[in-house]
């Protein structure tokens, strides 16, 4: 690991081999930069794995926030956050069918992460109606919002869905920033 000022020369921050400890910020500097030459002039690089993956840190305190996913499907953990999250119901507006795909919202092939922000829950036809011509959608959700999608039709209107409030959560009181916590209970089979 090592943080993008080192990785850009901008910093001689050590980095960190996993099952190893800490190393000068040239040597893995040049490690990742030697990857990538030799991927580039065709050689074998079997022997030698690099792994670049974007980690958030908070800069206040250097806790890991956030890690970005290399995959294109949702792994199960985030799948079940998301049917928490949209209800069951799929995230299309006008559409109360059940959610059978959980997708991007800015789809995996735009380079849209695979991350709770970045999915929703939506019934089959609504996810294949979004890829076609004209469709184009975008999380528009901000810090203490339930998530929120744009969805613009080919016709160029565009519609909000928001997740629906988690139950037994309080409703809010006007006037007052102070916000009650709560714990929501998942059932499973």
């Known amino acids: 690991?090592?943080?993008?000022?080192?990785l850009l020369g901008a910093d001689d921050e050590a980095g960190h081999v996993p099952g190893f400890g800490p190393v000068p910020a040239?040597?893995?500097?040049?490690?990742?930069?030697?990857m990538f030459r030799r991927r580039a002039e065709g050689e074998d690089t079997e022997d030698l794995e690099v792994?670049?993956?974007?980690?958030?840190?908070?800069?206040?305190?250097?806790?890991?926030?956030?890690?970005?996913?290399?995959?294109?499907?949702?792994?199960a953990g985030l799948v079940r956050h998301l049917d928490a999250r949209d209800g069951g119901t799929c995230r299309t507006p006008w559409c109360d069918?059940?959610?059978?795909h959980r997708d991007h919202v800015t789809g995996h092939d735009s380079h849209g992460p695979t991350a709770a922000d970045n999915g929703q829950g939506l019934?089959?036809?609504?996810?294949?109606?979004?890829?076609?011509p004209g469709w184009r959608s975008s999380t528009v959700s901000t810090t203490g919002e339930r998530h929120r999608v744009a969805l613009t039709t080919p016709t160029g209107h565009t519609y909000l869905s928001r997740a629906p409030a988690m139950p037994g959560r309080p409703p809010p009181v006007s006037g007052s920033r102070l916000e009650a916590?709560?714990?929501?209970?998942?059932?499973?089979a």
């Open 1 to 6: 690991m090592l943080s993008d000022r080192t």
């Open 181 to 188: 916590h709560f714990t929501a209970w998942t059932l499973t």
């Open 123 to 132: 019934c089959v036809a609504c996810n294949h109606a979004k890829q076609g």
């Open 97 to 100: 069918a059940p959610v059978r």
């Open 26 to 34: 040239g040597w893995a500097r040049d490690l990742v930069l030697d």
């Open 51 to 75: 792994l670049l993956r974007r980690l958030w840190v908070d800069p206040a305190c250097g806790g890991l926030v956030a890690t970005e996913s290399r995959a294109r499907f949702f792994p």
